[in-house]
């Protein structure tokens, strides 16, 4: 495709359920980003992924969540035993190459993950 | 760490006006990039301009420009004759350079809901 999809664009949760959110990056891509970002506040870093390896899992918080990239292309972002807190948009990002002057983040359309 | 602040929860300008959106950064670094992102309520997030922090000269793209004062860590953008498309919440993020202790992640400010008026 020619942009950054994910799905479910939106996904409503009982507390204590787990979900699976799903994200595809522009094809070729090497970086992977995911961010969490509430209402009416800017997205916050989770974790980064170069290819299928996860560099950088430091946003992540709580053991809850967990993330995997198996084969370098499609990534997914998993919530166990959901709580309210978890209730954000969970914005999915992707860049060509990780390093170099030109390299620019684009974004999915996100997540919106109710969790009741 | 590295903080962006936005100190403009909302603006509005009249259509044709031009406004100008506040950033504020902290960091110790010397080589970064500095963006505006724009997120219309459908929610897709949109790179507006970019400016790297090694280049003295202010990034412009069309009605875009920005006011990059390095040594102040500030960042504004300004857009000339507004139209109704731009009405969004404006984003100002900070990216270190990808390197061994850093992944090029984005620091975001809290954002300002920009309302053009007809």
């Known amino acids: 495709g020619a942009g950054v999809s994910q799905s479910p664009r939106y996904k409503v949760a009982k507390r204590g359920q787990d979900v699976a959110l799903r994200c595809d990056p522009i094809?070729?891509?090497?970086?992977l980003f995911w961010y969490q970002q509430a209402l009416g506040q800017g997205p916050e870093f989770l974790t980064y992924?170069?290819?299928?390896?996860?560099?950088?899992k430091s946003g992540l918080p709580s053991d809850r969540f967990f993330a995997e990239r198996p084969e370098g292309s499609v990534s997914t972002l998993k919530i166990q035993r959901t709580q309210q807190e978890d209730s954000a948009v969970y914005l999915c990002?992707?860049?060509?190459?990780?390093?170099?002057?030109?390299?620019?983040?684009?974004f999915g359309p996100g997540t919106r993950l109710l969790v009741l | 760490a590295q903080t962006v602040t936005q100190s403009q929860p909302e603006m509005s300008v009249q259509e044709a006006e031009t406004v100008t959106l506040s950033c504020t950064y902290d960091?110790?670094?010397?080589?970064?990039?500095l963006f505006w992102y724009k997120q219309p309520p459908s929610r897709q997030m949109i790179l507006v301009i970019r400016?790297?922090?090694?280049?003295?000269q202010n990034a412009t793209e069309n009605r875009f420009s920005v006011n990059f004062q390095k040594a102040a860590k500030s960042f504004s953008l300004k857009i000339s004759d507004s139209q109704l498309g731009d009405a969004a919440m404006y984003f100002c993020?900070?990216?270190?350079?990808?390197?061994?202790?850093?992944?090029?992640?984005?620091?975001f400010g809290q954002g300002t809901t920009l309302q053009v008026k007809p």
């Open positions: 990002a992707s860049s060509s190459q990780p390093q170099g002057s030109q390299e620019t983040q684009y």
């Open positions: 094809s070729g891509h090497v970086s």
């Open positions: 992924f170069q290819n299928e390896a996860q560099l950088d």
């Open positions: 960091t110790s670094e010397s080589d970064y990039y």
């Open positions: 400016q790297e922090a090694y280049k003295q």
């Open positions: 993020a900070y990216r270190t350079p990808y390197g061994s202790s850093n992944t090029g992640k984005l620091i």
